[in-house]
């Protein structure tokens, strides 16, 4: 079952707002995650907690995010880090990529992602396995 983490729903409109100016890293790995291209359905600049993750897969409380020039700046690794811990101590596994990366490594940043999937992704019980429901 799906856990439900909760939100603050005054970041909605915001998180509309980003939705609608996502940058071109954001914007060129949607087109490759979005309509469960993956085999997982993410979603785009999603509220948890007190903060936006660019893309969010619910299922495995997996999120994703896609970092610009402002996470170098000074000051800001130390709010990533923040928040990092605090997401994760929520149940959410986040992997992060450099803007750059998925502009000119994007194959590289997908094969990262199905790895990452392919690793939260629960097994089939093997006790269902090739069972035919008219004869169990």
């Not at 993410?42 to 903060?51: A, E, T």
């Not at 660019?54 to 409380?61: E, H, R, S, T």
């Amino acid at each position: 079952m799906r856990k439900i983490i909760p939100y603050n729903p005054d970041l909605v409109p915001l998180a509309k707002k980003l939705r609608n100016n996502m940058t071109l890293g954001e914007i060129t790995l949607w087109r490759e995650i979005n309509n469960k291209k993956l085999g997982v359905r993410f979603n785009r600049q999603i509220p948890i907690d007190n903060f936006i993750v660019d893309f969010y897969c619910k299922d495995l409380q997996l999120a994703i995010e896609v970092d610009g020039t402002i996470h170098f700046t000074e000051g800001q690794q130390e709010k990533d880090s923040l928040r990092q811990s605090r997401l994760e101590s929520l149940g959410v596994y986040i992997v992060k990529f450099s803007d750059l990366d998925v502009k000119h490594n994007l194959s590289w940043v997908l094969e990262e992602i199905k790895k990452v999937i392919w690793d939260m992704k629960p097994t089939p019980n093997p006790s269902k396995e090739g069972k035919n429901n008219r004869y169990d």
